[in-house]
C-alpha cells in the first residue's frame, strides 16, 4: 500500500513563510513527476507547482517568484517553499505523484494553509 503523507500546513499571517513536506511510503518504483495542488473553499483543485526526475520544473503564474519546489535526496520525497504568502493562498495542498508514463498515481490526504491574520 502506497502512501503519499504532508505535513508542514498550518495557519500564517500575510508575508509569511511555510515549507511543506510529503514523502511516500510503502513499496513503489518511483515517481517521475511529483507536485504539488491545492483546493481552496468552493472552487476546483488546481496545479501550483511539479517537478521531473530530471528537475525540471513548472509553476502556476499566481505563486511563480514566490514558491520554490525541490525534491528530497530521499526517494520520492517533495518539498514546496512558500514565501510571501497572501490571503488567496488559502486552501488544502495535496501532494501528487506519479509514473512516467501514466500508469500509476497517488494522492496525498492534504494539509491545509491558512493566510490570516
Known amino acids: 500500500q502506497v502512501q503519499l503523507v504532508e505535513s508542514g500546513g498550518g495557519l500564517v499571517q500575510p508575508g509569511g513563510s511555510l515549507r511543506l513536506s510529503c514523502a511516500a511510503s510503502?513499496?513503489?518504483?518511483?515517481?517521475?513527476?511529483m507536485g504539488w495542488y491545492r483546493q481552496a473553499p468552493g472552487k476546483q483543485r488546481e496545479l501550483v507547482a511539479t517537478i521531473t526526475s530530471s528537475s525540471r520544473t513548472d509553476y502556476a503564474d499566481s505563486v511563480k517568484g514566490r514558491f520554490t519546489i525541490s525534491r528530497g535526496n530521499a526517494k520520492n520525497s517533495v518539498y514546496l517553499q512558500m514565501n510571501g504568502l497572501k490571503p488567496e493562498d488559502t486552501a488544502v495542498y495535496y501532494c501528487h505523484g506519479s509514473s512516467a508514463y501514466g500508469d500509476y498515481e497517488y494522492w496525498g490526504q492534504g494539509t491545509q494553509v491558512t493566510v490570516s491574520f
Open positions: 510503502g513499496s513503489i518504483f518511483g515517481f517521475y513527476t
